[in-house]
């Protein structure tokens, strides 16, 4: 399995990304797709998580309203679309794949078997 995460950049604050994230290697459409982040010197935290076919999504309370979580399980693709970025925002995102049904649990990033190598997000002020 691959994940491959795209998309990160700088951008000013209230600006907007799209992060993309492309699967390889598996059943995309059976398998929940999440995005965590991580910001220097602090743990990695959940963002959003969507299922298997698209139709249900959390998002962390941080982010909710703002980023909008989605799938192409046409393309194998899951994407993160952030508006109105904060400069609170700055980390390195990943994607990260698990068969598992969703459940409340999915915000939990020892949920996950799969993991993306990341990619960074700066939000200046």
């Known amino acids: 399995v691959q994940l491959q995460a795209s998309g990160g950049g700088v951008v000013q604050a209230g600006g907007s990304l799209r992060l993309s994230c492309a699967a390889s290697?598996?059943?995309?459409?059976?398998?929940?797709m999440a995005w965590f982040r991580q910001a220097a010197g602090k743990e990695r935290e959940f963002v959003a998580v969507v299922s298997w076919s698209g139709g249900t999504t959390y998002y962390a309370d941080s982010v909710k309203g703002r980023f909008t979580i989605s799938r192409d399980n046409a393309k194998s693709a899951v994407y993160l679309q952030m508006n109105s970025l904060k400069p609170e925002d700055t980390a390195v995102y990943y994607c990260a794949a698990d068969p598992k049904r969703i459940s409340s649990r999915a915000m939990n990033a020892m949920w996950y078997d799969y993991w993306g190598q990341g990619t960074l997000v700066t939000v200046s002020s």
């Open positions: 290697g598996l059943t995309f459409s059976n398998y929940v």
